[in-house]
C-alpha cells in the first residue's frame, strides 16, 4: 500500500515537474538508507555512543573488584 501511494506521488510529481516533490521523495529515500543503518549499527554512524559503553565497561568492572 505504501509503495502504491510512493509510486503514484512520485508519478504525479513527474508528470507535473514539480521539483518541490520530487526533491522531497529523493531526499526520503535517500535518508532512509542512513537512518537504518545508524539504527542497526549504532557504533559505525553518526550517533556515537562511546560514552555510553564507557560508563558500561566501568559499571562491569566495578563489579568485577
Do not use: C, K
Amino acid at each position: 500500500m505504501q509503495t502504491a501511494l510512493w509510486q503514484q506521488g512520485t508519478a504525479a510529481a513527474l508528470a507535473t515537474n514539480n521539483t518541490a516533490i520530487i526533491s522531497l521523495t529523493a531526499s526520503a529515500l535517500s535518508i532512509t538508507p542512513f537512518t537504518i543503518m545508524d539504527m542497526e549499527y549504532p557504533r559505525l554512524g553518526f550517533v556515537r555512543v562511546d560514552s555510553a559503553d564507557r560508563v558500561l565497561v566501568d559499571t562491569l568492572q566495578g563489579m568485577r573488584h
